[in-house]
C-alpha cells in the first residue's frame, strides 16, 4: 500500500533549544513512521525573537531554535512566525497561517506532496491549519490535547474560531474521552471526533536495574515523592510543596523549569522545607526513567491536563502515582496497581492521597505490569485507519 504523505503542522514539536518541548507530538509521529505506513515533513513553527541573549529568559530560546533540524531521522523545519506577546491571542492564528503560507508553497514548488495536514493543538495550530487546508486543498485533521480546548475557549474570539476549525476540519482526535466530550460540547459531531490516547516508551521508562544505587546518588534517604512538569502555575507544583508541610518524613524531588521557579524556591525556603525539597531543574527526557525509578510515588497535582504523560512514564518505571481527580486522570489510573486519585485539588488533598497511597502501596512489579499494554501499537493502528479514511484509501 502507498504511505501515506502527510504534512505534519505543530508549533509545540521539540527543537535544540526545547528538547522536552511536546514530546508527546514527537513520540506519536516516530512510531506512526515507524510502521513504513506513512511519511511526513514536519513544518514546526517557532514564534519570531531577535536575539539569542540569555537576559531574555524563555523568549531567546526561541531564536536559538534551528531553521532545519534532524530528529530521529527525519527532518523539521522551524520557520519563523510573528507574536504579539501578552495581547495577542485573538490575531494568534491569523499571523501562523500567514506565516505559513509561503512556507507550504514553497514546499510545494519544491516537489513535495501531501495526503493531509495532521495539525496538533487546537489553538492557533489547529485553526491556521483549517485555514491552510483550505487555501491548499488538502484534508487536515487536528488533535486536541489539554488547554487548547479545556482553557482557550473560555475566550470568545478563540472559541468562534475554534469551533470554526471544528467545523471545517475532516477529522478531530483528542488524547482522552473527557477531551473528547469537551468537542462535542463545542459543537464537534460525536462520530467526528475520535479518541487515540497517548502511549508511553516501555523501553525506555522502565524499572531501573539499581534502584539503591540512584537513590544513593541522589542522596534520598526516606519515602520519595517526584513531581515532573514544567515550573508553570497550572501544574500545581506549589500544592505539592505545601502539602509536604503534613508529610513528615517524606521528601520531595521536582524536575521542571519554568517561570514560577523564584516563587517556588522562595516558597520551600519560607515553609522551612528546605532540607526535604529539592527542585532539580530540567532534565533531559532519557535521564527521567532514573528520577522516576528512585522515588516511591509520583504526585500529579495539575489543574489542567489532556492525558498526563507523566503518569504512565512513572508507572512504567513502576513507581505509582497519586493525581488529582482532572480531566483525564482517571482514565490513566484506573486500578491499585497504578495509584490513587484523590478528590480535593489542593495541599490538604494531596496529602490525603500521598497517604492514601501508601497505606496500600503496590509492588512496583505490579504496577510496571499495569503500564505495559499502554504502547504506542493501538494508538498507530488507530491513526493508520483515520488518515486513510480521510484521504479515502
Not at 501578552?86 to 508553497?105: C, D, E, F, N, T
Not at 507523566?310 to 486500578?335: H, R
Amino acid at each position: 500500500m502507498t504511505p501515506i504523505r502527510l504534512l505534519t503542522f505543530s508549533t509545540l514539536f521539540p527543537h535544540e533549544a526545547r528538547p522536552n518541548q511536546g514530546i508527546f507530538v514527537e513520540n506519536r509521529l516516530r512510531h506512526l513512521l515507524a510502521s513504513g505506513e506513512a511519511t511526513t515533513t514536519v513544518l514546526a513553527p517557532v514564534p519570531w525573537f531577535p536575539s539569542r541573549s540569555a537576559r531574555f529568559g524563555d523568549w531567546a530560546l526561541n531564536a536559538r531554535a534551528p531553521a532545519v533540524e534532524t530528529r530521529h531521522g527525519f527532518e523539521i523545519r522551524h520557520p519563523r512566525f510573528p507574536v504579539i506577546p501578552k495581547i495577542g491571542m485573538s490575531a494568534a492564528p491569523w499571523l501562523l497561517y500567514r506565516a505559513m503560507v509561503p512556507q507550504i508553497a514553497r514546499l510545494l514548488a519544491e516537489g513535495h506532496r501531501f495526503d493531509a495536514i495532521d495539525a496538533h493543538y487546537f489553538y492557533p495550530d489547529g485553526v491556521a491549519a483549517a485555514w491552510l487546508g483550505r487555501r491548499f486543498g488538502l484534508p487536515v485533521v487536528i488533535t486536541a490535547r489539554g488547554t487548547d480546548v479545556n482553557l482557550i475557549p473560555q475566550y470568545r474570539v478563540p472559541r468562534g474560531l475554534i469551533e470554526g476549525a471544528i467545523r471545517d476540519a475532516s477529522a478531530l482526535i483528542t488524547v482522552s474521552a473527557a477531551l473528547k466530550q469537551v468537542l462535542v460540547d463545542l459543537g464537534a459531531p460525536d462520530d467526528k471526533v475520535t479518541v487515540l490516547r497517548n502511549g508511553v516508551e516501555t523501553d525506555l521508562f522502565r524499572p531501573p536495574a539499581d534502584r539503591a544505587a540512584i537513590r544513593s546518588r541522589l542522596n534520598l534517604k526516606g519515602p520519595t515523592l517526584i513531581s515532573v512538569g514544567g515550573l508553570i502555575e497550572r501544574k500545581g507544583h506549589h500544592r505539592t510543596i505545601e502539602a509536604m508541610l503534613q508529610l513528615p518524613g517524606f521528601e520531595l524531588i521536582i524536575a521542571g523549569e519554568g517561570p514560577e521557579r523564584g516563587r517556588l524556591s522562595a516558597m520551600i525556603e519560607t515553609l522551612g522545607l528546605g532540607d526535604r525539597v529539592r527542585l532539580l531543574g530540567p532534565r533531559p527526557h532519557k535521564e527521567l526513567p532514573d528520577l522516576y525509578g528512585a522515588a516511591d510515588a509520583s504526585v500529579l497535582a495539575s489543574s489542567r491536563e489532556g492525558w498526563a504523560n507523566v503518569l504512565l512514564e512513572s508507572m512504567a518505571c513502576g513507581t505509582p502515582v497519586a493525581a488529582a481527580n482532572i480531566w483525564g486522570n482517571p482514565e490513566v489510573v484506573q486500578a491499585p496497581a497504578a495509584g490513587v486519585i484523590y478528590e480535593s485539588n489542593t495541599p490538604d488533598g494531596v496529602a490525603a492521597g500521598v497517604r492514601q497511597l501508601f497505606a496500600n502501596l503496590p509492588l512496583r512489579t505490579a504496577t510496571r505490569a499495569y503500564a505495559e499494554p499502554f504502547s504506542w501499537d493501538a494508538t498507530t493502528a488507530g491513526q493508520l485507519a483515520l488518515f486513510r479514511r480521510v484521504i479515502g484509501r
